[in-house]
């Protein structure tokens, strides 16, 4: 177990629709940040999180947008969604945002888009 | 071209054997992370290099990083079941700490 909690596991929805994930760091962490993983894409950086501020921007699509509360815990908003977004969508976290502290993934959220 | 290329794609091994993965960069690598993850699961994090010739241990899993080369390896020694899965290496290239992944190599160990 990582510490971070990913809900919920599975969505399926319908193109169109607008889904939010949901993601709480491990104790103590203060960055998080956001992938998607896909067969053809690999794992892709979406968008970083440190303390409630946006610090890094990925291959984010602009339908997609992310933020971190004053507890700490982030969503990841996707909107208007296409069949090319069902992937597997990963949050991680870590305690600061330098390169010398590993991330810590959660177990992800699989979206379905029908 | 990936920025991360890792080899081989995929691995059959016979238990007890050892075998190598390797993560090559083109960018300079600021931080390498070794990961594994079982199909459909969230990412295990396994180990970190930062320093060019380091060497990290963690019970049969041995990783390297080359920094001149901007290559790493992962070496299994004799190879369980328990050791099936993919395995993703994470570069740092120096873009505010955002980790590019490589495509992973998926590990088959046959008992």
């Known amino acids: 177990d990582s510490g971070v909690t990913q809900t919920p596991k599975h969505l399926i929805t319908a193109t169109g629709q607008r889904v939010t994930l949901r993601c709480s760091p491990r104790?103590?962490?203060?960055?998080v940040y956001w992938y998607q993983q896909s067969l053809d894409q690999g794992l892709q950086f979406l968008i970083q999180?440190?303390?409630?501020?946006?610090?890094a921007k990925g291959n984010i699509l602009e339908r997609f947008s992310a933020q971190q509360f004053p507890d700490l815990h982030s969503e990841l908003n996707l909107s208007s969604l296409e069949l090319g977004d069902s992937a597997l969508y990963f949050c991680?976290?870590?305690?600061?945002?330098?390169?010398?502290?590993?991330?810590?993934f959660g177990d992800g959220t699989r979206l379905s888009i029908l | 071209s990936q920025e991360l290329e890792q080899s081989p794609q995929s691995l059959i091994v016979q238990e007890g054997k050892n075998l190598t993965i390797n993560c090559t960069s083109s960018?300079?690598?600021?931080?390498l992370y070794w990961y594994k993850q079982k199909y459909g699961e969230g990412l295990i994090f396994l180990m970190m290099?930062?320093?060019?010739?380091e060497e990290k241990s963690h019970e049969k899993i041995t990783a390297k990083l080359d920094e001149k080369k901007q290559q790493s390896s992962l070496h299994i020694t004799a190879s369980q079941p328990s050791h099936a899965g993919i395995y993703l290496c994470?570069?740092?290239?120096?873009?505010?700490?955002?980790?590019?992944f490589g495509k992973g190599t998926l590990l088959t160990v046959n008992p």
């Open positions: 991680a976290s870590s305690v600061g945002y330098s390169g010398n502290q590993p991330q810590h």
């Open positions: 104790s103590g962490d203060l960055s």
């Open positions: 999180y440190y303390n409630g501020e946006e610090r």
């Open positions: 960018k300079t690598l600021y931080g």
């Open positions: 290099l930062q320093k060019g010739g």
């Open positions: 994470g570069a740092d290239t120096g873009s505010n700490y955002k980790l590019t």
